[in-house]
């Protein structure tokens, strides 16, 4: 039987969701790693904070350009074979990159990671909703984002360890054996033969074209600005080519009829709603997760292994109510858990910004950090369960790489205005030294200021974030009654 056929059986779905699993586990463990490990990366590579930066935003970039077009093309050529591709380019090239001498070939590689990795991303939530019956769907969800929290979890003590004991070059060599172990079971599990529909519609050329400059330009913007300056020439030329090429590709993809991503799929709340309220959930979210982690390593003068302990509440909320929030969902709809889910993360956000100061209690950051996690764990899975299930099956490839790029875009957004907002409170050359970790050696009045400039440019980042979940709170319930999946079906139809 092949997927997306029909529901996988009893058993085959559960053996289907696993080999998801251990993709979503290696994408968290990449991730959460190589942000402990960008210090000890800095020194031996002689590299800048821009450069470090790049080696971990470069991935994200990258992986937010390609998946849209991954999801897309994966309707036409299959999502197995895609997403097998996609596992086997990223272990590959987690080989090779802990051989590099440079940040800037390492750089390139991670590009080229970001694509494998886009193409994992795109296909997995689709591959599980054609395994799993939409009444179980929630709950499936629920299994994959939970282990992404084991990942956040286990990959800032591990890479803290393997940086520690061994060097950075082990955050990527550690990738290796799992990357065999999730290719070889993939295809035992999925096969690699894909059953495709003998009139194969033709290549959206224009609109792939059109769409990677836009959010190419975008991304290169807010990332190139963040770090480096808003007034410089890559940054007037990123907003110019998204200002430019974005009304193109939407003209592009309106009219054309058989286009990249169908933009009729936004005319339904529960598809268009939920992309928004993900994308500012995601904003908020990832920047717990990235000023706390500097907040511990620079403000505080932890090393990077404590600050990945001292970081896991965030995870194990998500861990525990992942499962949670996808059941819940599959009994009572997705509205109720996911504009939930966002209200407690909203509380969490505004008691970190009430509270984070150089001498709170840990345990008050561990609250406000689960609260955030528990909140993120109750959205995440109903979230992606109704915006699948509106979508329909025939879209399912399209509509996961939408969720992707929606989530990927509003976690680089997050990283880009935690900056600006932080930065904004204290010298540029201050702040380059926190976030590299070596604030300790400025010495007097001019480490309490910047010490002092920091902490209140996180209280006023995390006041942002807090008003931005509570207009994804609004977007989430403004969706209305999740639209079964017949129905949902029966709409996606009606667009082409």
């Not at 990527?172 to 172990?181: C, E, H, L, M, S």
């Amino acid at each position: 039987m092949s997927i997306g056929a029909e529901p996988a059986g009893s058993a085959r779905k559960w053996w289907i969701l696993s080999v998801t699993s251990l993709g979503a586990l290696l994408s968290a463990l990449n991730f959460s790693t190589l942000l402990i490990a960008l210090p000890d990366l800095i020194r031996t590579l002689h590299a800048s904070l821009l450069q470090a930066m790049w080696v971990m935003m470069s991935y994200m970039v990258a992986q937010t350009v390609v998946v849209l077009m991954a999801g897309s093309l994966a309707d036409r050529f299959g999502r197995r074979r895609l997403y097998l591709s996609g596992m086997a380019l990223f272990t590959v090239l987690s080989l090779v990159a802990g051989f590099v001498s440079s940040a800037a070939w390492l750089i390139g590689l991670r590009v080229l990671q970001g694509i494998g990795g886009a193409m994992i991303m795109a296909n997995s939530t689709a591959i599980v909703a054609d395994a799993f019956p939409s009444r179980q769907l929630g709950r499936a969800l629920g299994v994959n984002i939970m282990v992404v929290a084991v990942g956040q979890i286990v990959g800032p003590v591990l890479g803290g360890w393997l940086t520690t004991d061994y060097g950075w070059q082990w955050t990527f060599w550690f990738n290796v054996p799992f990357g065999i172990i999730a290719v070889s079971w993939g295809l035992w599990v999925l096969g690699f033969r894909t059953h495709l529909s003998p009139s194969r519609q033709p290549i959206d050329w224009a609109g792939i074209a059109s769409y990677l400059v836009a959010i190419t330009g975008l991304l290169v913007s807010l990332t190139w600005g963040a770090v480096v300056g808003w007034r410089t020439i890559p940054v007037y030329l990123g907003t110019g080519a998204t200002v430019v090429m974005l009304p193109v590709f939407v003209a592009l993809e309106w009219n054309r009829p058989w286009p990249l991503i169908h933009l009729r799929l936004f005319g339904h709340r529960g598809f268009g709603l939920g992309n928004l309220a993900a994308t500012l959930n995601a904003v908020a979210r990832m920047s717990i997760m990235f000023l706390l982690i500097f907040y511990f390593q620079g403000a505080k003068g932890d090393s990077a292994l404590m600050a990945g302990i001292l970081s896991t509440p965030l995870a194990i909320g998500l861990l525990i109510f992942s499962p949670i929030g996808g059941a819940i969902a599959d009994r009572w709809g997705a509205v109720i858990p996911a504009t939930l889910g966002i209200v407690i993360s909203m509380a969490g956000l505004a008691a970190l910004a009430l509270d984070t100061g150089l001498h709170t209690p840990y345990w008050h950051l561990a609250l406000f950090m689960g609260l955030g996690g528990i909140g993120s764990g109750l959205f995440n899975s109903p979230n992606t369960t109704g915006i699948m299930n509106s979508a329909g099956p025939h879209y399912r490839g399209e509509a996961s790489g939408v969720r992707s790029l929606t989530t990927n875009t509003g976690m680089l957004i997050s990283v880009a205005f935690s900056l600006v907002l932080v930065t904004s409170q204290i010298p540029r050359q201050a702040m380059l030294a926190i976030f590299a970790g070596t604030v300790r050696g400025v010495s007097g009045p001019a480490r309490a200021a910047s010490l002092q400039g920091f902490i209140h440019g996180v209280h006023t980042a995390f006041w942002a974030m807090t008003a931005i979940s509570l207009l994804a709170a609004i977007l989430s319930a403004l969706r209305g009654t999740d639209v079964p999946s017949p129905q949902g079906a029966a709409q996606a139809e009606s667009i082409s």
